[in-house]
């Protein structure tokens, strides 16, 4: 199944017409048509499948909408979609994964969305390891948000609890020693 949940958070945030299918506007697209598209290629699922991937995925990457008639992926598009979060205060303190290649240019620039619509940020150490070690050895950020939040940048929270912003200017992240 894990061969799956990637290509579906690689379908339905970032390349759709993969499979032809098209997501609305706010990212869904009706689940008959996913699963339908999803057996013309070669990772045919059944609803059962399906739903056993959002339930079970440890990062709860994916959600149906009240109906169980859509489903989106929760953060991480490249793709233009409104996701329609509403900014929230932050905890003081959230949590960034990477590895050794990336900080010097984290150091200078901070850290940045890239083609991505957000900087993904977590609230546990814990979280942030298990995203920087699909790359590598981790290091783990520590990211002043409550002070970026006084100082006027915005933030949400997805549905699966990720931390989103659009940049963190270097001068709120503490590097380990």
Known sequence: MSRVSKFLSYVLRHNPGQIGIILERDGWVAVDALLAAMA??????????????????????????????????????SLKVDLGYEPH???????????????????????????????????????????????????????AAGRMFAAGHVFFVSANGVWLTDHVPPEYISFPK
């Open 40 to 77: 013309t290629s070669d990772h045919a699922i059944d609803r059962g499948e399906l739903e056993a991937i959002v339930r079970d995925s440890d990062k709860q990457r994916f959600a149906f909408d009240a109906t169980g008639s859509k489903i989106r992926a929760n953060q991480g598009h």
């Open 89 to 143: 205060q932050p905890p003081d303190r959230l949590y960034h994964g990477t590895i050794a290649k990336f900080v010097d240019r984290i150091c200078t620039s901070g850290l940045v969305k890239g083609a991505r619509h957000h900087v993904h940020l977590s609230t546990e150490i814990g979280s942030a390891t298990v995203v920087a070690e699909r790359r590598g050895a981790p290091v783990i950020l520590t990211i």
